[in-house]
Antibody, heavy 122, light 112 residues
């Protein structure tokens, strides 16, 4: 079964850091680009960051650039999001997602995890 | 404020047809980038409904269809069912943004 499982969320104070992980299974992880998408409470989807299968292409939303770092470990079938200098507006459910096609670093996302919740509050 | 504009809400009776629009610009949909659509049921992760403007992944009923023209795209749902009540999002790529991933603001579909 193709599956993505996020972990690492929690309650954190403003200015602190958190590292999210996404464990992939059921597909050849290093064939596909991966992305992080978040959803603030009661709001819509927001693309956060993505990287190609070989980490050769990496991009961030303006709202997180310079504070968040995306990475992957293909040997461990895992995706990560290091989040520094967290702000209240980063409070959201964070999803990792797999890109549908192997030839694109950004495209439709056909597999999503259930998400991990990040709450930034003092 | 997303660069892809969707109506906040649409509604229809069971059996009817509804459409959801996604309006962009010359730097995203109008530039030829593909549009994808997702369904998000309450409390669930998004589900891919349409990719590449008009293609359905396996398992998605043919009641769902997508189209694209100019700087806009549309999702059509025919034979509306109660289980279709959900939030729907369009997604594309924007070449004018340094962070190019974009989603529409989402549309809440209510089945009357």
């Amino acid at each position: 079964e193709v599956q993505l499982v996020e972990s690492g969320g929690g309650l954190v104070q403003p200015g602190r850091s958190l590292r999210l992980s996404c464990a992939a299974s059921g597909f050849t992880f290093d064939d596909y680009a991966m992305h992080w998408v978040r959803q603030a409470p009661g709001k819509g989807l927001e693309w956060v960051s993505g990287l190609s299968w070989d980490s050769g292409t990496i991009a961030y939303a303006d709202s997180v650039r310079g504070r968040f770092t995306i990475s992957r470990d293909n040997a461990r079938n895992s995706l990560y999001l290091q989040m520094n200098s967290l702000r209240a507006e980063d409070t959201a459910l964070y999803y990792c997602a797999k890109v549908l096609k192997t030839s694109f670093w950004y495209y439709a996302m056909d597999v999503w995890g259930q998400g991990t919740t990040v709450t930034v509050s003092s | 404020q997303s660069v892809l504009t969707q109506p906040p809400s649409v509604s229809g009776a069971p059996g009817q047809r509804v459409t959801i629009s996604c309006t962009g610009s010359s730097s995203n949909i109008g530039a030829g980038y593909d549009v994808h659509w997702y369904q998000q049921l309450p409390g669930r992760a998004p589900r891919l409904l349409i990719y590449g403007n008009s293609n359905r992944p396996s398992g998605v009923p043919d009641r769902f269809s997508g189209s694209k023209s100019g700087t806009s795209a549309s999702l059509a749902i025919t034979g509306l069912q109660a289980e279709d009540e959900a939030d729907y999002y369009c997604q594309s790529y924007d070449s004018s943004l340094s962070g190019p991933g974009v989603f529409g603001g989402g549309t809440k579909l209510t089945v009357l």
